[in-house]
């Protein structure tokens, strides 16, 4: 059989069928057969859709088994016999369903998988429905077969109703799994975790509860009438429904949203065993419908990525929520808010001046590196926090926040055909060109006017001529400053990230509420001091998370890297420029003309790069969180850079707004 894998046809592998004596050959068989409905080669083949050639072959099969009487007979002997040796209940129970009680579980066993061979074959559908069913594509040709097509193979299988039927032992096996999906529902549903974010006062009032009951349709206390099947399973997930917008206000967790999600395919699978088992007209489709739904999970439950955009989707959407909240107060959509904004990115740059300075100092000091890291990450972390809590600015902290606010913006603009998105976009942009120039005009001088005084006081510039040559080239355009300022636009999008995990974390674990009703706490505080401190807290975490790890991850990755032998530094636009300033005051005479209009360059670069990597990849997060498609990003794109080259301004000054004419009198 192995001679024939590759190139498989027709008539070898009905030929094939009649030498298999066992199940490890019968399933290897069915495997090959799979592989000729796939990609083997019949007549009618030319000139078709590729996508219905699976289905063309299957017909072309039927045909030749009916014209042939002795391979009809042992296609069915062989796959009625592997059918009765296989045990489908787990498969019905497992398969696309996550078999791991966890998130975390359930990640490591997907990536394992990638890289173990596949399961061994044995007595289990579920190790031969992976190998039937290896690739998304097959999903399409399932979805293709239609009722005759079906009914025909049912028929060819079929053994006159006996005890022994293969329907019959089917119909059993997919009972065992009913109750085992039920039993697991049930257990979920009455679960701590899951209860405590409803409404329903005691466990009895749960529909969950009641579940076990199914099959005598167990009247409810709260109902006069007994509740069938499906009224039961809709109240199941009208809850699950409610406990998913609980989440989205109060804060998500991975870990019970996979749990949910793991539940709702549950429900789905057994709404479609419960139409297999009832029978009917209706039993044919839902054996349609059972085989499909467990290969397209079996496929997609073998995916990293799947797994994460399922569970990932409520707390990316928290995520972006939280910082379009923030992206807001970022935009300049008139000449007044474009000239208030470029007086907080002012107060930002004079800001950011003490901190170059003392960053200076601190590289003068004989530490180790991992504790000059340390303090840096403590001198940024300090300048960020000061910069958002006295109300000023600093430009590269704002594109993860303002296309989260783009992002948002993005669900009603269709309807004015993306005119007002297109105006948004040139606000966010304005108002970040207008930080970075803001930044730029008060650091400048501010550092000069900071080493004039430390010159005053201690006799010597910040830095002395190598030092100040060294500046030069960390910035030059020749150099790698362009490779290390992309590198820290992606940390920049990083610290937005980490922000909106921990808000979200803050929200879900109730920690405001736990501060201010501490027993502890609050004898140490008093009442209203505990009060105002959770509130606090509350308003401000993304605000702290964001700076605290911004500045760390500015002060500590480098150090990291060049430890691990990577020789990756971050530059960043306003520091770089305070740096460069300093760098000038230590040259004095030495001043060469070259190599600083090749370090002013580089800092140009530097901007542009830190702003356009942090708000792409932002950008590129939230309108995934936001499920924008393709089609209507590239409508987006057109229409802005359309207007862009027609009105270029437009990122430095806002459009005017139409003038209204008064009517004539």
Known sequence: MAQIRNRPELDQVLTEAKRCTNFIERADWLILLFDWIRKGTVSQDAGKDPRRLPIIRLKFLLTILDRNPEWKESFVKNIRTLFFEVEATNCLTDVGLGNQAGFLQELGERIVGKFLPSTPLRGDFSSLLAELF??????AWLEQIDDDLFEKFVALLKNGGTEHDLGHRFQTQALDAKSFLISQ???FGLSAPFRERTNLPAIRTSPFFYLVELDSHLKLQSSEEPLSFSQLIEECEALLGEVNQYLDRHGVSISLIFQIERTKRQIHRLRLLQDLIEGGPAQSAAVRALIRSVAHTAISNQSVSQLFRDNYELLTQKVVDRNSEIGEHYMATTSREAFKMFKKAAGGGMLTAITVCLRTLVYMLPFAPFMTGFVQSINYSVSFLAIQFLGFTLATKQPASTAAALASKIEGAEKSGFASLVESIFAILRAQIVSVFGNIAAVIPAVLALNFL????????FMT???????????????PCAIYAAFTGVLLFSSSLFAGWVDNWFIYRDVAERISQNHKIRSFLGVDRAARVAAFLKNNMAALAANISLGFLLGLVPTFLKFAGIPLDVRHVTLSTGAFSIALAGLDTHLLQSDVVRAALGIIIIGILNLSISFYLALKFALSAKKVNAHKRRVIYLRFFSAL????????????PPEIKAPAA
Request: proline share 7%; hydrophobic share 35%; charged share 30%.
């Open 134 to 139: 290896p690739d998304e594509s097959d999903i």
């Open 185 to 187: 529902i049930r257990s």
């Open 454 to 461: 430390y010159f005053f006081f201690v006799g010597r510039d």
């Open 465 to 479: 001529h190598t030092e100040a040559e060294h500046i030069l080239e960390s910035t030059d355009i020749l150099g």
């Open 645 to 656: 080259a027609r009105q270029p301004w437009r990122l430095f000054w806002p459009q005017k």
